[in-house]
């Protein structure tokens, strides 16, 4: 490929926006995308990189309106039944199970490990079919909502042990113009050699530029208030927390605490073929 100039790069990660409106057929289904538009994010989501070779993901297509309708739902995010594509990414710790089962070996066992891979595997399958997406012209939202209705998707996608939803992500052509949304400050999020804290000043520096994110209609944005809602005693994460342990748990990936475990020295782990 000829290498793109850095300004061209920036313009195209700058075009990124979450939509959450898209075009649809005039009853408001989804409108379809074609196969080979379908067929090159489902490839770019496979080429994305993975540790220790194991592509620890599986995604549900979200085919069927019933369907689509539930985990609109469940996810409280209605525009999984508009959108042209729409996926539950996941992450998957199941296959390689079942990869060494018919190879004649075992599984070990490695609950948080299993986690820490597979939620690494999901996202990056996931933002690389969301970035084909975008290179084509679309635009799409990533689905944290799962988590507002784990247990229920957990039956209704028929997850079985060893396969948790990370997020949804939807998939359409964009019928909104949102406004470019805000990133804090970078000094805050790249340290040089060693963690940082950022000052008092610089964090309430980060918060006025954030701030717009927050905004509604006329309603200046206060990201304070918003970060409250969702991380704050009372607030949303807090709710959700008990259900992502009971759903780690169901599908056999909760590595709990182990009364006197002791941490043994780490031992390199065998050289990487991938
Ligand atoms: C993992 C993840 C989960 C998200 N969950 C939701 C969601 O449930 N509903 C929603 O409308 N947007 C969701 N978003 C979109 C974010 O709100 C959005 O990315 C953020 O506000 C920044 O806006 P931008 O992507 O347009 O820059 C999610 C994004 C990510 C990465």
């Not at 079919?129 to 944290?144: K, S």
């Not at 970060?227 to 005693?233: C, F, K, M, Q």
Request: hydrophobic share 40%.
């Amino acid at each position: 490929m000829t290498p793109r100039t850095p300004e061209e790069v920036r313009a195209f990660f700058d075009a990124h926006r979450t939509v959450r409106q898209y075009v649809t057929g005039e009853d408001g289904s989804p409108l379809p995308m074609p196969e080979e538009h379908l067929d090159v994010l489902l490839h770019a989501a496979q080429r994305a990189p993975t540790d220790a070779t194991a592509q620890l993901y599986s995604f549900v297509r979200l085919v069927s309106p019933e369907v689509r309708a539930r985990v609109a739902e469940l996810t409280t995010n209605a525009h999984v039944q508009t959108a042209s594509e729409a996926f539950v990414v996941c992450l998957d710790v199941r296959r390689v199970g079942q990869l060494l089962r018919v190879a004649g070996h075992e599984v070990g066992h490695w609950p948080a490990i299993g986690v820490h891979f597979g939620i690494g595997d999901a996202v990056m399958a996931g933002q690389n079919l969301l970035t084909a997406a975008e290179l084509l012209g679309y635009q799409g939202c990533w689905i944290g909502g799962v988590m507002n209705g784990l247990e229920g998707l957990l039956d209704v996608l028929a997850l079985p042990e060893g396969v948790l939803p990370f997020a949804a992500l939807t998939v359409g052509l964009p019928a909104e113009t949102p406004p470019q949304r805000p990133r804090v400050p970078r000094s805050l999020v790249v340290h040089e050699d060693r963690y940082r804290d950022g000052t008092d000043e610089e964090l309430r520096g980060a918060i006025e530029v954030m701030n717009p994110i927050a905004a509604r209609g006329d309603q200046p944005g206060d990201w304070a208030r918003l970060l409250r809602a969702y991380w704050a005693p009372g607030g949303g994460m807090e709710k959700r927390e008990p259900h992502l342990v009971a759903a780690l748990k169901r599908q056999g990936l909760w590595a709990g605490e182990e009364e006197g475990a002791t941490v043994p020295p780490a031992e390199a782990a065998p050289a990487r073929e991938g």
